[in-house]
């Protein structure tokens, strides 16, 4: 088994149970394990591949718990609308997706996941027109060499039906089960170290049916994958559910059997406080993304009082549609930043608060904002392999230069540094024990044709639409 020996950097923050941070520290990769973890004097001295990071911080591969790949494509359009009418706006852009873009779109977005610091992501494709399946999104994350949980979402519930989308981009219910059921026995791995997960990902409330989300939730626990879906994103949808079924988002899911540690939900913005203490209580997940809620005009997530409640959180990029970026890193700089701007809604409760207004600049530190895009994202994807860098665990990690006009000034504290500071993209990431990353450049693809393709192919939906 080939080896490699990281030494020298100029701190290592493990992640690990302890937190620690070690200054002058390293780490020993058999094959695609960590074998050791320490201050580089305590390492062995020799290995197949030596990276000498020396000016260096290395910390865990940053997980992405929600993302749409193929949104990259539609990037910056309906630039001022509210969900439902950048939905009903795309929706006929998207209907020109071929396999070919999907598999294009997936290379380009998973790059960039990479470059910025992502070693593990969950995409959500859950829209299938003309020729597209999972099949090629899959084959492109595993030549880019990103470990990868493929979301089989759908929609069923068309316009006809009481439902948002077009019907001609829904699916058939029986064809996504079936197809649903062929994916995991196909790809799914669930032993430690995996690289490809599958998990089953109904779109939305409004998207699909409730018969399929009963029947998705059946599916997934007979096979031991996970739930994927999302859920109170806006106050559009919380009247659409009270409309159409008499419930809100979150006692609608949870009457659909989707609460449990092996469910996460995108969003979460509008939950009460009894709806939060029972995600809590079930451990079920959710993927707090906030660039694409701040896009969208969606609202703040409650993530301090889902840390109070002890409810299961990781980081999405959410769809490059509704992002416009893929950059990890700066997704967890922004999670840090709106909670200290967020409203203290125990405040405004209290008899004399302020009404809401305000923030704490104290609700989010940089630190614990990079362990919700880590530990935190690793535990929403039901990971015990990844997430921190200890012994035993996957050998992913990435390493950011120090030196470097933006860290100017603040090598005092280098871990807040990578977030306070703006952040920069990697100069090494390495995943399952390989380089996939080197001198801030992808060593697994050639990125430029890719681009080019990605361009015409993104051009030509638009101008098919019009």
């Known amino acids: 088994m080939n080896t490699l020996l990281v030494k020298n950097t100029a701190v290592l923050v493990t992640m690990d149970d302890e937190r620690r941070e070690i200054v ?5 990769v058999r094959g695609n394990v960590i074998e050791q973890v320490g201050p580089t004097s305590e390492l062995p001295e020799t290995a197949d591949t030596i990276l000498d990071l020396s000016g260096h911080i290395v910390l865990p591969g940053l997980v992405n718990t929600h993302h749409h790949l193929y949104q990259s494509l539609t990037r910056v359009l309906a630039q001022d609308n509210n969900l439902f009418d950048w939905l009903t706006t795309l929706y006929p852009i998207w209907a020109n997706l071929t396999d070919e873009a999907i598999y294009i779109s997936t290379i ?41 949980h493929a979301a089989r979402g759908s929609m069923s519930l068309g316009e006809s039906d009481g439902g948002l989308p077009p019907d001609r981009v829904t699916e058939d219910e029986a064809f996504i089960l079936k197809d649903s059921q062929r994916l995991i026995e196909t790809y799914h791995d669930a032993s430690r170290h995996a690289m490809m ?25 007979a096979y031991g994958v996970r739930l994927h879906t999302h859920l109170a994103e806006t106050l559009e949808e919380e009247e659409f559910c009270l409309e159409t079924f008499g419930l809100r988002p979150v006692p609608y899911v949870e009457s659909l059997g989707w609460t449990g540690d092996d469910v996460w939900h995108a969003h979460c913005v509008h939950m009460s406080q009894p709806e939060i203490e029972l995600f809590g209580q079930t451990q079920t997940g959710v993927a707090h993304c906030p660039s694409s809620n701040m896009r969208l005009a969606s609202g703040i997530a409650p993530v301090l009082a889902w840390r109070d409640a002890g ?47 305000g923030g704490r600049p104290d609700a989010m530190s940089a630190r614990q904002a990079l362990e919700i895009g880590t530990r935190g994202g690793a535990a929403v994807l039901g990971r015990d392999d990844i997430g921190y860098l200890a012994p035993g665990m996957s050998a992913d990690f990435i390493a950011l230069n120090l030196n470097q006009v933006a860290f100017a000034g603040a090598l005092h504290d280098p871990v807040a540094a990578v977030l306070l500071c703006q952040p920069p993209s990697v100069d090494y990431s390495v995943i399952n024990g390989k380089i996939v990353v080197k001198e801030g450049q992808l060593t697994t693809v050639d990125l430029i044709p890719h681009l080019e393709k990605h361009n015409k192919i993104a051009a030509q939906m638009i101008r098919d639409e019009k």
Request: hydrophobic share 40%; glycine share 12%; charged share 20%.
């Open 24 to 28: 002058n520290g390293g780490l020993f």
């Open 108 to 148: 380009t977005g998973l790059a960039e996941l990479a470059l910025s610091g992502c070693t593990t992501s969950s995409d959500h494709l859950y829209i299938f027109p003309n020729d597209c399946n999972l099949d090629s999104q899959i084959r492109a994350a595993q030549e880019i060499g990103v470990r990868f």
């Open 197 to 221: 997960r599958v998990v089953l990902a109904p779109c939305s409330p409004f998207s699909v049916t409730p018969d399929l989300m009963r029947e998705s939730a059946n599916m997934a626990r």
């Open 311 to 357: 409810v299961p959180i990781g980081l999405g990029v959410d769809g490059s549609a509704s992002n416009d970026g893929g950059h990890l890193l700066t997704e967890a700089r922004q999670a840090m930043l709106l909670q200290r701007v967020a409203p203290d809604r125990y405040l405004s409760e209290a008899p004399g608060g302020r009404g809401g207004f």
